[in-house]
């Protein structure tokens, strides 16, 4: 492994229902400079689209070929960072992408029912918790595309992502103060968001960076 892990952190653009993505904005915002520190970070901002999801995603693995991958997506219905344990294989009935399709299949592929996240959550939400930033578990990206490139990532399904560490992290609402907004709907601050990702990434890194250095015992 090189002196510095790659890191590849993803988002996605506003999708039907939801006019602001805030991962667009964070995609945007977090800087390589700002973890030159402990890695060489690159981002992106995936197609909400179905049939150029997966195609989006190996090219950037090809191209970059990430220790770590991040896919974060806005749930406007979360009251914290929600931590996703598990990828499902299915998709949600008449949900269009932003092409305006929908898959007619109710399953991803051949393959298992559910796969565990490989991000170190644990780690990650204790650090979230000494931040005081909200932690919020899930057994259920959804149907969508959160849960779909959630899946991709987990089963292998894009050839050139070698990655382990991989899964995916749900976020609220954006709004100039934390708390409930007019609607009712819970939001952080941009400050509590790129913080988040920061911890989230740092935390991945360190667990690397364990797992590499973790000696192999016999059996």
């Not at 090809?62 to 998709?91: C, K, M, S, W, Y």
């Not at 399709?101 to 996240?117: H, N, R």
């Amino acid at each position: 492994m090189p002196d510095r892990p790659r890191v590849l952190i993803t988002g996605f653009p506003p999708f039907p229902g939801a006019p602001v993505n805030p991962t667009q904005w964070l995609i945007e915002t977090l800087q390589p400079s700002d973890l030159t520190h402990i890695c060489e970070l690159r981002s992106a901002i995936i197609p909400v689209d179905y049939a150029a999801v997966g195609d989006a995603l190996n090219d950037l693995a090809q191209d970059f070929d990430p220790h770590i991958v991040i896919n974060f997506g806005l749930a406007a219905e979360a009251t914290g960072i929600r931590l996703e344990r598990v990828a499902r294989n299915e998709i949600a009935a008449n949900r269009v992408d932003n092409s305006g399709e929908a898959p007619s299949q109710k399953t991803i592929c051949k393959g298992a029912s559910e796969l565990a996240s490989g991000l170190p959550l644990a780690a990650i939400a204790a650090e979230l918790e000494v931040q005081n930033l909200p932690v919020q578990w899930s057994d259920d990206a959804g149907g969508y595309l959160c849960n779909y490139i959630f899946y991709l990532t987990r089963a292998g399904l894009c050839s050139a992502l070698k990655a382990n560490l991989t899964g995916f992290i749900h976020v609220p609402l954006l709004a100039q103060t934390r708390g409930h907004n007019t609607a009712g709907q819970f939001c952080l601050t941009k400050q509590d968001l790129l913080k988040a990702a920061q911890i989230t990434i740092e935390q991945s890194v360190a667990a690397l960076e364990h797992n590499m250095s973790s000696p192999v015992q016999d059996k």
